[in-house]
């Protein structure tokens, strides 16, 4: 058992903004009873920017309590649910999910964790924070994204279960602040068996780690 579903929010009201879509829908707030979740996430909930947020991959963003209770101490403010941007809050500790862990969320909803969440300027901005997109990240959890893999509704106090763990050890947290080459290749090692099924905003990342690995090793062998 991972915990448990203590929020469900989605976009409240669009604000206007600085950026470059002029408009952003980070002002998630609770709702009660039960909401409809599919492909694409919550019903009601909206994306502005869908380069950058939403999509299957990044249906449904996920934040524990003790990440906002960190931070609730740091900026000393509350830190009330929606105020990141989630679509849940939730009662685990959710960046230690491997990614493509598998979460049965209630009796029906199965989403499965694609990876982090990256803070970007529209979050700084939003909470009027300078400086704030590198001490989001330097703290390391920023929560997850997940995509549907069963279609169901979600609503507070729902139990979280973990269904299937793809068993390569990467967790979120861990890809998040090192994108170490090994882990990268544990990742695609873990896709080629069929444990896993790497999200598009996450694959980049890896080849990279991977790029690194062999270009560090050609200039070793080339020293050599």
């Not at 579903?5 to 879509?21: E, F, M």
């Not at 905003?201 to 270009?215: L, M, T």
Request: hydrophobic share 40%; charged share 25%; glycine share 12%.
């Amino acid at each position: 058992m991972l915990g448990a579903v203590t929020r469900v929010c989605r976009v409240a009201v669009l604000h206007l903004d600085d950026g470059s879509d002029g408009v952003t829908a980070i002002d998630k707030r609770p709702v009660d009873g039960p909401v409809q979740v599919g492909p694409t996430g919550l019903r009601g909930d909206v994306q502005v920017s869908r380069k950058h947020h939403g999509g299957p991959d990044k249906a449904v963003y996920a934040l524990d309590q003790a990440e906002a209770d960190h931070w609730a101490a740091e900026l000393d403010r509350e830190i009330e649910p929606g105020l990141f941007g989630e679509n849940l809050r939730v009662s685990g500790l959710v960046d230690d999910a491997e990614i493509g862990e598998r979460w049965l969320v209630g009796e029906v909803l199965e989403l499965e964790v694609t990876g982090p969440r990256s803070p970007c300027a529209t979050f700084a901005r939003w909470l009027g924070q300078d400086g704030w997109v590198k001490r989001y990240a330097r703290r390391g959890r920023p929560g997850v994204y997940l995509r549907v893999v069963v279609p169901g509704t979600v609503e507070a106090g729902a139990p979280i279960a973990v269904t299937h763990r793809p068993g390569h050890g990467v967790s979120v947290a861990r890809w998040f602040a090192a994108n170490d080459p090994a882990d990268a290749r544990a990742l695609l090692d873990a896709e080629a068996a069929g444990s896993l099924m790497i999200a598009g905003y996450v694959r980049p990342s890896i080849v990279r780690a991977v790029g690194r690995e062999a270009d560090a090793a050609a200039t070793t062998e080339g020293e050599g």
